[in-house]
């Protein structure tokens, strides 16, 4: 199976001239996005809450959390940003995915924009 990445730009929805890009890892098992948290405090961007995640072994941790804005394939969608560790891969999770119409192709593993983005 192929990864799918794509170039996101992370953006400080209070001071919108604060932005970062980077190339992020597409995962549909993730619900939200991670960011390294060098990045996020880098764009002025601050823990609001803490949520506990369940990682691919089955292990529990428990991360600091805020809202921004992801711009990628030229949408724009506010999110909730997980932040992680400084030298972690960025994650595009589902929910950013599906909130602006795009979706993973199973058999080519290819993102591809829905014709209209689902409300039901």
Do not use: C
Request: proline letters at 6%; hydrophobic letters at 40%.
């Amino acid at each position: 199976m192929r990864l799918t990445r794509v170039t996101v730009l992370v953006r400080n929805p209070a001071k919108p001239t604060r932005t970062w890009e980077g190339l992020f890892l597409v995962d549909t098992g993730a619900i939200d996005s991670l960011v390294p948290a060098h990045a996020l405090k880098r764009i002025g961007l601050v823990p609001k809450a803490k949520r506990t995640y369940e990682l691919a072994d089955g292990s529990e941790v428990r991360l600091d959390i805020t809202t921004g804005e992801l711009e990628f394939m030229g949408e724009i969608v506010g999110s909730t940003l997980i932040f992680g560790a400084d030298d972690a891969e960025p994650i595009l999770g589902v929910t950013a995915l599906e909130s602006v119409g795009i979706e993973v192709d199973p058999r080519t593993q290819r993102l591809k924009r829905l014709p209209a983005t689902r409300l039901k």
